[in-house]
């Protein structure tokens, strides 16, 4: 009930999908902290995706891995950081992918919210495709 994680149609509608196949969506966080700020939500509602069942769970480390080889072709970033959400604001587990090139705590106290929310904006669906094309070099899909 009022999950946004779970209304599919309505994250297709309004994000762009990098990637979707039966078990997970990964679209643009629309609050992003940096350019290449990816969310990887398992299509199955739990509070944590460490409770997935194991075939799913295998699947959706498997598109971590994915998404973030493209992150990496993408953005060539210092590193992928990876943390997994849940329990907090959105009760949907998910797992959030981002291109750094500074620690995380560094990199959130140089970027200024405000800009964060403006450059979002903008560039979301243009930070996707670049996501989207470095992915159709490396990922053959399959679950
Ligand atoms: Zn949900």
Request: hydrophobic residues 40%.
């Amino acid at each position: 009930m009022g999950c946004t994680f779970c209304e599919l149609t309505l994250l297709r509608s309004s994000s762009t999908v990098i990637l979707e196949d039966s078990v997970v969506i990964c679209i643009p966080d629309n609050r992003p902290i940096v350019r290449g700020h990816i969310l990887l939500i398992p299509k199955r509602h739990v509070q944590n995706v460490f409770d997935l069942p194991e075939r799913e769970y295998r699947h959706v480390m498997y598109i971590l891995r994915t998404i973030s080889n493209g992150v990496s072709l993408a953005y060539n970033p210092k590193m992928v950081a990876v943390f997994v959400a849940g329990y907090q604001i959105q009760e949907h587990g998910h797992i959030h992918i981002l291109p750094l090139n500074e620690g995380l705590a560094d990199t959130l106290s140089n970027t200024p919210l405000r800009d964060r929310d403006e450059w979002a904006k903008e560039s979301l669906r243009a930070e996707a495709l670049k996501v989207i094309a470095a992915l159709s070099t490396s990922y053959k899909g399959g679950v």
